[in-house]
């Protein structure tokens, strides 16, 4: 499990394209310290785990639903990633129940700098809407933030210049590709209802009366 809060923006070093999917090589100083072998790392939202590692670098493998179903399998050497190691036991929560399961890949349909900060507004992929509302949190590459504004087909949130210079939003522009993972808290509040509808259906069905 991850809070969304990003340690650092590495550097894709090296690619290597296998049978099975790719090998991405990542620089980043601040995520290898204290690594081991196995350990979980959010790349840009999409929870890896690491292969092999050294002082300033780590290896993680793609597997072919993760090249299919995230932008990863488009990265390329020196692009940008958000890195995050998974939340310690005994660490703060500063951001939200983040799982590194990317539910779908939005796009960048807006960047706009006010005054310090930045808004940056994102196209909601059609079926994801009803998880995002007004000041509820979401998961964009990794980063936790709260929706600012719901349009009808965008969100947008605001940056903090801190935010802004830590994480590869710095380099997004519009048309661009993001990860998003929606409120798990959400998904989990959709199971309940659907669950309680099906009951609800099946005791009419058969008849039963109503509680």
């Known amino acids: ?88 036991a005994d660490g703060r929560f500063d951001g939200h129940v983040v799982q590194g399961h990317v539910d779908t890949t939005a796009e960048v349909a807006d960047v706009r700098e006010v005054g310090e900060d930045w808004e940056y507004e994102f196209a909601i992929p059609e079926g994801f809407g009803k998880y995002v509302v007004d000041k509820g949190s979401v998961t964009v590459d990794g980063i936790s933030l709260t929706v600012a504004e719901r349009g009808d087909d965008t969100f947008s949130v ?13 380099e997004k522009e519009v048309g661009d590709p993001v990860h998003l993972e929606v409120d798990v808290i959400a998904k989990y509040a959709e199971r309940l209802l659907d669950d309680a509808g099906f009951e609800v259906g099946r005791k009419e069905v058969l008849g039963a009366p109503e509680q």
């Open 1 to 88: 499990m991850f809070t969304g809060i990003v340690e650092e923006a590495g550097t894709v070093r090296d690619v290597t394209a296998t049978d099975g999917g790719r090998r991405l090589r990542i620089e980043g100083a601040e995520v290898t310290e204290g690594l081991e072998r196995g350990q979980s790392i959010s790349v840009s939202g999409v929870c890896l785990t690491v292969e092999e590692f050294a002082d300033d670098w780590f290896e993680v493998f793609l597997a072919s639903e993760t090249v299919e179903k995230t932008y990863l399998g488009e990265v390329e050497a020196g692009d940008s990633v958000n890195l995050e190691r998974a939340m310690a």
């Open 158 to 170: 605001a940056i903090i210049p801190e935010t802004h210079a830590v994480t590869n939003l710095s």
